[in-house]
């Protein structure tokens, strides 16, 4: 990894199966995750990914970009947008620095519509 | 709106066991096989989260709220197998145009006592 470097993109589309899996494994079982009624009730237009779905997510690919996730140091995100059932998600970034042993990446998430979700997205994994 | 700063909740227990980790896994897409995922340590700090913005003394408005940030640093992974530790703390409690910024700083620590992950989670309340 060099100073400068992109970082291979991977999407991911969203399933209301996922969430549903999300909220039993997280313990996050928020009715604006599971119960679409419920999620309209409160002005969603329907249920909706956990912010932190995407940034499991965005941590899984980043898992695989580096090879191991024990690698990582430090990961850090913004949430800055709503995900949907059928919104592809797409994960991306550049190395900003390798100093020390250490790869400092800047990393976001965006839908299909290129808004970003995922935003002020900060890695730091060990290199090599 | 800043006297529940500093103010630090009881640990709660979580454990990486096999069948909690498979199931985290499989939801992120992750391999269930390759060990903890980064994002585990969040089993833990949602129950942390739940002790703060169930405190009455933190008065949270729950309809109002929004995860704003979230954010991990690993001293160590944890592995497949280990009881983990949550202890949360509130870290900041800001108002700045006209939102409410309340930070929680949860410590992560395994069966020995020593702390390996850290979280840092911005819940934003308008």
Redesign the interface.
Known sequence: MQAGDELPQHSVEISREQIAAYAEASGDRNPIHLDEEFAKSVGLPGVIAHGMLQMGLLATWLTQTVGDHRKLKRLGVRFAGMALPGDTLTFGGRVASVDGGVARLEVWGQNQRGERVLTKGIAEVQTG | MSEVVGKQYEPVEFDADEA?VR??A?????DPD??????FA??GT??TGAQMIFDEEAKVNL?ML?????????E??PEVGEKLTAQGRVGADEDRRGLRFLTLETEIKDASGKPIVSS?MLDVIR
């Open positions: 909690a199931a985290f499989e939801a992120v897409g992750a390759a060990g903890v995922p980064p994002t969040f089993i949602f129950q309809a929004v995860h704003g940030e979230q954010e991990f640093s690993w160590r992974h840092r």
